[in-house]
């Protein structure tokens, strides 16, 4: 097996680095005492071709491969980790639009979604179902104009920000065979925002619930066909689990880069503390645990580009793995740091509460043990 990236993957990586380091990292704590993303950055984003990574290039997307698309979201994550995995959800409902959509829903909704003009939201969770998000409670009826919804999502990153939301709605029976995906509108009729979550990271995405009270929205919003909408939720959510992992993974480097920095500076003892062997050994762990999770990573991604039939195994396992390994090598950076690892000027207590929510996101990591070992039972 060949490990090493192509001339064109690395390309990918380093332009996304640079974009993030020029554009993103001088402005993350900025942004986080904000509680916000400039929307003037997305347009930014969307010329690079980031917008709709996966999204065929007649619709104007860039046609990546997932594994390339986990190369723009770890780098850009090495800036800041809430912004990058930002990004990742708005491609994530590209990638369920250009996949499951008719050709209209395409021609409707994709091109603006490249460009970023259209910023998308992706909304499953509720209150009530997070882990069992088959069954999710909101519903949509059909009208002689389209649909009206009623009910609640929760924890939607970008709820009250986003131009547009990829709503997974009941349209049917209980169970997730009555489940259907519906593009809703900023602006809709019926729609409106619960007050922005107080977080423990990711400051700079806006996060509220999503409510709708006989939400109006035109037949032509459905993605693909209805009972359908569970599968393609699920199907996103494997590209989700690798982007997520992906976002950790970068914010861990930048981690452990901060470190080796700081730890070449600072001294004790009459000499820097990287000469301490005690340290150095730490270091090693970690940049053995991150390596590891790269490797790894990438593998699972490669499954899914090609189709492999325990491609969701992997990604279920990358998804564990990686996002594991990145909070602890995150944590144990802030350790080195000392003191100076809790002030926020370091940089490094910010990565710490960003990364630890992606061991909660698309899917907590209890139940990528679940999924991992049903798929080991069923291949028994």
């Known amino acids: 097996m060949d490990f090493a990236l192509t001339e064109e993957q690395s390309a990918i990586f380093d332009m996304a680095h640079a974009f993030g380091q020029d554009n993103i990292a001088p402005h993350a704590r900025t942004w986080e005492a904000e509680g916000t993303i400039p929307k003037e950055l997305w347009p930014q984003v969307g010329e690079l071709g980031f917008g709709g990574l996966y999204v065929s290039e007649e619709f104007g997307g860039s046609g990546l491969s997932r594994l390339d698309a986990t190369l723009v979201f770890e780098a850009l994550a090495m800036s800041c980790p809430a912004v990058g995995s930002f990004l990742s959800i708005h ?79 009941r349209t049917g029976e209980d169970g997730p065979k009555g489940i259907s995906t519906v593009v809703v509108e900023d602006g809709s009729e019926g729609l409106s925002f619960g007050a922005r979550e107080k977080k423990m990271g990711w400051h700079a995405q806006p996060t509220a619930q999503v409510q709708f009270d006989n939400c109006k929205i035109p037949a032509e919003n459905l993605i693909g066909e209805e009972g359908r909408g569970f599968s393609y939720a ?74 492999a039939p325990d491609a ?57 043990r679940v999924i991992i070992s049903r798929h080991m039972m069923a291949a028994r």
């Not at 021609?107 to 499953?124: D, G, R």
């Not at 909101?138 to 990829?166: H, P, Q």
């Not at 100076?340 to 909660?360: M, P």
Request: net charge neutral; aromatic share 10%.
């Open 234 to 307: 699920m199907a996103g959510l494997d590209g989700g689990r690798l982007n997520i992992s992906a976002g950790a993974l970068g914010g861990a480097q930048a981690a452990l880069n901060m470190t080796m920095t700081y730890m070449s500076e600072r001294k004790a003892f009459g000499k820097t503390i990287d000469q301490f062997q005690g340290l150095q050994f730490r270091l090693a762990e970690y940049e053995t645990k991150l390596q590891a999770a790269r490797t790894f990573l990438r593998q699972a991604a490669w499954k899914l580009d090609n189709g």
């Open 312 to 368: 969701s195994k992997f990604c279920a396992m990358a998804k564990l793995m990686v996002t594991d390994a990145a909070f602890e090598v995150a944590n144990g950076c802030l350790q080195l740091h000392g003191g100076y690892g809790y002030l926020a000027d370091y940089g490094v207590e910010k990565i710490v509460r960003d990364l630890r929510v992606h061991q909660i996101l698309e899917g907590t990591n209890e139940i990528m």
């Open 91 to 169: 491609n994530m409902c590209g990638g369920m639009i250009d996949k499951f959509g008719s050709e209209e829903t395409k021609q409707k909704w994709l091109p603006q979604l490249c460009t970023m003009e259209t910023v998308f939201s992706y909304c499953l969770t509720e209150p009530g179902s997070g882990s069992d998000a088959a069954a999710l409670r909101t519903r949509a009826e059909r009208t002689n104009d389209g649909y009206s919804l009623n009910g609640t999502k929760a924890f939607i990153s970008g709820g009250s920000y986003s131009d547009a939301y990829v709503t997974m709605v």
